[in-house]
Nanobody
Framework: QLQLVESGGGLVQAGGSLRLSCAASRRTFDSAQMAWFRQAPGKEREFVAG????????HYTNSVSGRFTISRDNAKNAGYLQMNNLKPEDTAVYYC???????????????????WGQGTQVTVSS
């Protein structure tokens, strides 16, 4: 069973930066596609960024494109989300997710992901 644990969330001022980390329990994480989702109060969980197993293909939701960078280090069984120029609307609980479906396309739907972390809170103040 693959377990994911997020860390790195916190309180930051608008314009600041945070880096979220996702630690995976198994080495087989390197064969999984992983992504970050977020959920703000009163809103549905939404896709933020995804990356293929090789790290060669990424995809971002429009609202974070150019500000966030997803990456992974398979040797460390870890994934990351570098968040720059944070805005108050980025405030949400951020979740790391993974799946093992055989596809070269970054999947964006919640139901496509089988494994989830517990979430980490990101709060951006004005």
């Amino acid at each position: 069973q693959l377990q994911l644990v997020e860390s790195g969330g916190g309180l930051v001022q608008a314009g600041g930066s945070l880096r979220l980390s996702c630690a995976a329990s198994r080495r087989t994480f390197d064969s999984a596609q992983m992504a970050w989702f977020r959920q703000a109060p009163g809103k549905e969980r939404e896709f933020v960024a995804g990356i293929t197993w090789s790290g060669t293909k990424t995809h971002y939701t429009n609202s974070v494109s150019g500000r966030f960078t997803i990456s992974r280090d398979n040797a460390k069984n870890a994934g990351y989300l570098q968040m720059n120029n944070l805005k108050p609307e980025d405030t949400a609980v951020y979740y790391c997710a993974a799946h093992f479906l055989r596809t070269s396309v970054v999947l964006t739907a919640i139901h496509e992901y089988d494994y989830w972390g517990q979430g980490t809170q990101v709060t951006v103040s004005s």
